[in-house]
Each structure stands twice: as structure tokens, then as C-alpha cells.
T-cell receptor
Framework: DAMVIQNPRYQVTQFGKPVTLSCSQT?????MYWYQQKSSQAPKLLFH???????NEADTPDNFQSRRPNTSFCFLDIRSPGLGDAAMYLC???????????????FGPGTRLTVL | QQQVKQSPQSLIVQKGGISIINCAYE??????FPWYQQFPGKGPALLIA?????SEKKEGRFTISFNKSAKQFSLHIMDSQPGDSATYFC??????????FGTGTRLTIIP
């Protein structure tokens, strides 16, 4: 089945220790998104890639970086995690940019990040 | 201008009853309104979506009602079941804007 896969499902890191989260997709979608979701809150868009074009949200901290080496994979790097970065990180994909039509976003299961 | 307001924050409904969640938006450029269902520890999943050229869309027990002039839309879950217990997010996009989520409604269906 075509899907969005995230690894690992649970990640524990230490304060200040860099961490990388992984997302892969078999949908061959052009757009990949990274969201941060804290407890009892809506997902918050961090950035997205349209093919190789990177688009950062204005309020995304510099501590968060992303890489998309090919169509299938996208990585979220947190350079120096703080306690406030503990959250669920969601990867999503869509065929085209959501804002230009009913391009459904398909979400992965998420990675729960704990910062000690 | 991009805000989507959602109510109620939490909702308890008896099994077999109707669950109703309401949303309102401000940006008149929005033209696609999806609802997402999220279970604990899982990613959101698209439940049903509507465009403003229709006032209602029904898929099984789930119905979206849309009022373009009032800039409001709502989700109705008929014959609510315990398996419907989840958090529901309305969302909106269009006009080249990102997907904007409502604040979420935690729905609990009791026997």
C-alpha cells in the first residue's frame, strides 16, 4: 500500500544533542511537509519542500533544518533540542501544493520526541 | 485573516447520538475545507472534505454542512459509535495559503 512512513516512532534525546527524524513516501508526491504537534494542539507547519524547493515558515526556529535528498525521503534535523521541542513530529505529503487546490495531505504516523 | 475557529473544545455524546462540531473561517480565499480525524499516538487522517460550490456533502455517517455567506462549516456524525472517539480538526486552505487547522475537538462517545 502506498503510504507515508516515519522512523523512528519514538525518539529520546538529551538536551542539546542533535537528532534526525526520517520520513519516506511511496506516493510519489511532489510536496513533503513537516509539522510539529504538541499535546492537545493542532499541527503547526514548520516547512515544506516542493520537489527540491525548500519553503520555511517565518516562525520556524533556526534550530530546525530539513533535507530532501530525493523524491521519496525527507529528514528533519533538530540541531540543539530544548525541552520545548518535545512534541509529535508529523510528516505529510501531497501531490501538489495544498493551497492551490484540493490536494489532500497524507500524514504519517508521527515520531514522538522526548527531550531529557 | 488565516484563522480557523473551532468549537467545542471537547464533546461527550451518547452512543447512537449525533455529534456536531462547528468551524468558522475568515479568509475568503479559502476554497477547500477538510476534516481530519486523529486517534491518540497517530497522525491525522482525512475524514471528509468539501468545496464551497456545494452546501452539504455526505459520506456514510459523516456529513459536512457549509454556509459560504456566514463563512462557517460543520461536521455531523450520525449514530455516533465508541470507535468515533478521537480528536477532530477542521481545516481550510486555498488562495495559495497553507493548510490552516482549527484548534481541535476531543470527542468522546459513551455507551
Amino acid at each position: 500500500d502506498a503510504m507515508v512512513i516515519q522512523n523512528p516512532r519514538y525518539q529520546v534525546t538529551q538536551f542539546g544533542k542533535p537528532v534526525t527524524l526520517s520520513c519516506s513516501q511511496t506516493l510519489n508526491h511532489n510536496v513533503m511537509y513537516w509539522y510539529q504537534q504538541k499535546s492537545s494542539q493542532a499541527p503547526k507547519l514548520l516547512f515544506h519542500y516542493y520537489d527540491k524547493d525548500f519553503n520555511n515558515e517565518a516562525d520556524t526556529p533556526d534550530n530546525f533544518q530539513s533535507r530532501r535528498p530525493n523524491t521519496s525521503f525527507c529528514f528533519l534535523d533538530i540541531r540543539s533540542p530544548g525541552l520545548g521541542d518535545a512534541a509529535m513530529y508529523l510528516c505529510a505529503t501531497s501531490r501538489g501544493w495544498t493551497g492551490t487546490g484540493d490536494n489532500e495531505q497524507f500524514f504519517g504516523p508521527g515520531t514522538r520526541l522526548t527531550v531529557l | 485573516q488565516q484563522q480557523v475557529k473551532q468549537s467545542p473544545q471537547s464533546l461527550i455524546v451518547q452512543k447512537g447520538g449525533i455529534s456536531i462540531i462547528n468551524c468558522a473561517y475568515e479568509n475568503t480565499a479559502f476554497d477547500y475545507f477538510p476534516w481530519y480525524q486523529q486517534f491518540p499516538g497517530k497522525g491525522p487522517a482525512l475524514l471528509i472534505a468539501i468545496r464551497p460550490d456545494v452546501s452539504e456533502k455526505k459520506e456514510g455517517r459523516f456529513t459536512i454542512s457549509f454556509n459560504k455567506s456566514a463563512k462557517q462549516f460543520s461536521l455531523h456524525i450520525m449514530d455516533s459509535q465508541p470507535g468515533d472517539s478521537a480528536t477532530y480538526f477542521c481545516a481550510a486552505t486555498g488562495g495559495n495559503e497553507k493548510l490552516t487547522f482549527g484548534t481541535g475537538t476531543r470527542l468522546t462517545i459513551i455507551p
